[in-house]
């Protein structure tokens, strides 16, 4: 318990006052205050009955691993928290999912190591109802999900509370805060360490200054002490968490890094102490230097790898605290979770829409950048959709929630994200096996190195071969390679999620740099998705106007798609439109209806012939011509008289053709494969610029040309919208999914789309094939920096407080090199 001593008040109980520590909590038990208990045979103090009691319950309940692992060494659960009586659990709003279970995220304080996520892990998985639990370290978040009938929310709260620790449902400024103490505890450590350090430099100074010119006894052991004195709390507080960290990776049979350090630091501090007791020369500098320079090494690296994921922090802090409810006609100002679905929100011009919906009153101008990517705002009326933490630009628009909290876009984007990050790429996986299998070789080599200088080196020595030992480890750090790939998959990730392009994780990243064939589906993806009028062309003596307007009353009960574009056209442009009587359809041909008290006739050339209808030549050329350009064509004819054609298509996405171009100068082949008719997907290849059109194909089509392109040594990547498109998406390397597809689509797809927009294609695999050779580039300069610093130092050419300088340099360049991810094109 002695590590707690750093971060709790003992001034409260004077040491005079204190017979022990609590064996719950660790914190000081005043004397006439002990509650004393026997568990499995060994006596134990505690400072209350209820850590007694919690105690007693961990240990019965077969988590006693909890107090033999833990090394605690940041604050817990602060001070008198528990003192007010009964806690209150705040409110949780959990989501259900579609097997009917809650699913919340809560924020836990008091965990202060591995243990206690491994203890409130096992905690929740044994109470009943809770079917899954995970805590992350890193952020104190634990992602629950239970059965409503069993359990609630209040209830894992309170279990939480238990055993000692505070749990609330989840809120970013609680991620904040946890960063910003884990910020100045790391600034705290590292000034302490300089401070102390600059002091041990001066009387180190003297030291250096007697070896050369002379010193007496006495001024040489005062002036040890005072280094002695200087180096304890430099090694014992600031460089505690690398001492805890060394032993627990110790006993876990897998010394790392903190072991390396710990060690290079701890051999100089103990060897000095032993010197100074027998008049030899003192290294306390090089043990204080070693944990100063890593420390400030580590600011570097916090700081680096916050900006490297502020692209979701941002997205997370956009979202308005407050929304403006409708109720009864009295708008009301109450707190985001308070909104729940249903209600009606007014958003005013400049205010950013609090929560997921659709429209039912005004009409606007949206920014959704932040989401899509897209810089142009999207219009919005009635009927249409509204994503959190957009900004609402123009008109005042009230609108319906669909969508909160956890089921909100924005926390799915977040929650996407996360996942990328916490997936590992291969290429991370094998550094990560290389760093298990280098330390242990590290720790023999300085063994050696020692042995070589001690025993056989003509200028060896106990110090010599110390000193160069202790180079040996410290320049050996595997920080930097430790680094090298996830900083920068971070940093990748997050760069797509600030573009509107959401990565599903490290591993996609690895297999999109290897792209070279993209499968485009043709509907919602190159085009629009919807069918509209591209143009008229009447017969003579009509005119364009009444040529839509016939066509469009006929067509007025029509549910196909060409009908309704047809219809659309004509109310949009503002036409007249005659009385319509009755409505007859021919599918796959066209319909019928009385127009005006006239027959009209709306659709294929063959069914206005089977009427009796004669169809001029030149609109028979005009027709073929238009579905040359991939249009399809219907005819029109009221009162027995053909007065015209009309061109219908899905109308290409003005970006298509320069995504192709952009793929296609990156040498990555292009297909457009759709269950369309030929004519029409060569048109839309043509215009796009695609390589090659396979038209006709159904969905088993898709996945088996997929399959046959792998199996010819092809890296894929599929895009699509629809269902349809999910089997291909599923089969290809690499699946992208149009984020306004179908939820099928998004959930087969590896990368999704935000926008509308197919550049995202290009934009995603150059960010994939640029930032993998800033990790190649990476484990390249740490692998050289290891292979060409360790012969040095166990040469004895380099000092451990150069190897310290030159380690710590390494871990602040792989990161430095990873933010230039940031500044890649897309």
């Known amino acids: 318990m002695a590590t707690l001593e750093q971060h709790i008040d003992t001034t409260a109980a004077p040491a005079a006052l204190v017979c022990d520590h609590c064996d719950h909590c660790g914190l000081p038990v005043r004397k006439g205050e002990e509650v004393y208990d026997t568990v499995d045979g060994t006596p134990r103090v505690f400072c209350c009955g209820g850590c007694k009691g919690i105690y007693s319950m961990i240990v019965e309940s077969g988590l006693g691993d909890f107090y033999r692992n833990r090394q605690w060494c940041s604050p817990g659960v602060p001070k008198g928290v528990f003192d007010t009586g009964e806690h209150a659990e705040p409110d949780a709003r959990p989501v259900l999912s579609e097997d009917g279970l809650a699913e919340e995220t809560f924020f836990i304080e008091g965990i202060r190591c591995a243990s206690c996520v491994w203890l409130n892990e096992k905690t929740l998985e044994r109470t009943p109802g809770v079917v899954s639990a995970r805590v992350n370290y890193g952020t104190h978040r634990a992602a629950v999900s239970w059965d409503p009938a069993v359990t609630s929310a209040k209830d894992i709260m309170a279990r939480v509370r238990s055993i000692g620790y505070l749990a609330r449902p989840y809120e970013q400024k609680e991620s904040e805060a946890l960063a910003a103490r884990e910020g100045r505890d790391l600034l705290l450590r590292f000034g302490t360490a300089a401070f102390f350090s600059m002091n041990l430099m001066l009387y180190t100074t003297a030291l250096y200054a007697g070896y050369f010119q002379g010193i007496e006894p006495g001024p040489k052991f005062l002036l040890g002490l005072l280094s002695w004195a200087m180096a304890t709390p430099v090694l014992f507080y600031c460089g505690w968490p690398f001492v805890s960290g060394a032993v627990r990776s110790i006993r876990a049979g897998a010394p790392g890094m903190d072991a390396l350090i710990t060690m290079g630091a701890g051999s100089a501090y103990f060897y000095s102490i032993y010197a100074v007791l027998t008049s030899g020369e003192v290294y306390f500098d090089t043990s204080s230097m070693i944990i100063t320079l890593i420390l400030l090494g580590r600011i570097f690296e916090n700081q680096a790898r916050r900006r490297a994921s502020d692209a979701v922090a941002r997205l997370y802090s956009l979202a308005p605290k407050e929304a403006r409810v409708v109720r009864d006609g009295v708008r009301t100002m109450v707190a985001l979770s308070e909104v729940v679905r249903g209600d009606l929100v007014e958003v005013r011009p400049g205010e950013r829409i609090p929560a997921d919906g659709y429209v039912t009153e005004g009409v606007t101008s949206v920014d959704e950048s932040m989401i899509t990517g897209e810089s142009k705002p999207a219009g919005k009326a009635p009927g249409d959709a509204v994503t959190g933490a957009t900004m609402n630009i123009e008109g005042g628009i009230i609108f319906a929630v669909t969508a909160v909290g956890a089921e909100s876009v924005l926390s799915q984007i977040i929650r996407l994200v996360d996942d990328a990050q916490a997936n590992r790429a291969p290429v991370q996986r094998l550094a990560d096996r290389v760093s298990s299998v280098f330390v242990p070789l590290v720790l023999i080599m300085g063994a050696a190195t020692f042995s070589y200088w001690y025993w056989f080196a003509a200028a060896g020595g106990f110090t010599p071969a110390l000193v160069n030992a202790i180079t040996v480890l410290v320049i050996a750090c595997p920080c930097a390679l430790g680094l090298a790939t996830p900083t920068a998959v971070l940093v990748c990730t997050g760069v797509a999620a600030s573009r509107g392009i959401l990565v599903k994780g490290g591993d996609v990243l690895e297999r999109m740099k290897r792209v070279d064939t993209v499968i485009f589906d043709k509907t919602g993806t190159l085009t629009h998705g919807r069918m509209t009028v591209q143009d008229v062309v009447p017969a003579d003596g009509a005119d364009s106007a009444r040529v839509l307007s016939v066509a469009a009353s006929a067509e007025e009960a029509s549910e196909h798609p060409v009908g309704r574009a047809i219809y659309n056209a004509a109310v949009s442009g503002g036409l007249p439109l005659p009385a319509r009587i ?115 194909q159904s969905p088993a089509d898709k996945a088996a040309l997929v399959k046959r392109l792998k199996a010819g040594r092809r890296s894929v990547a599929v895009v699509g919208d629809g269902i349809n498109d999910a089997p291909a998406l599923s089969a290809a390397d690499v699946g992208f999914a149009v984020g306004r597809g179908s939820d099928i689509a998004i959930e087969s797809a590896d990368v999704v789309l935000l926008g509308d927009s197919p550049l995202g294609v290009a934009a995603a695999l150059t960010l994939a094939k640029r930032g993998f050779r800033i990790i190649y580039q990476n484990l390249f300069w740490a692998f050289f920096y290891n292979v060409m610093s360790l012969p040095l130092a166990a040469a004895g050419i380099v000092s451990p407080i150069v190897a310290a300088a030159a380690m710590a340099l390494s871990s602040v360049s792989v990161v430095g090199n990873s933010l230039r991810i940031k500044r890649i094109p897309l």
């Open 582 to 696: 009755g409505y007859t359809a021919f599918p796959g041909e066209g319909c019928s209806s009385s127009v005006g008290g006239e027959v009209a006739v709306v659709g294929k050339r063959p069914l206005l012939v089977s009427c009796g209808v004669a169809v001029p030549d030149f609109l028979t050329g005009e027709a073929e011509r238009l579905e040359a350009a991939g249009n399809t064509v219907v005819f029109a004819s009221h009162a027995g008289v053909c007065i015209g054609i009309i061109a219908i298509a899905d109308e290409v996405r003005a970006d298509s053709p320069e995504s192709v171009r952009r793929l296609r100068a990156m040498g990555v082949r292009t297909l457009l494969v759709t269950g369309d008719n030929e004519r029409t997907a060569k048109a839309i290849a043509d215009l796009c610029g695609v390589d090659e059109v396979y038209s006709g």
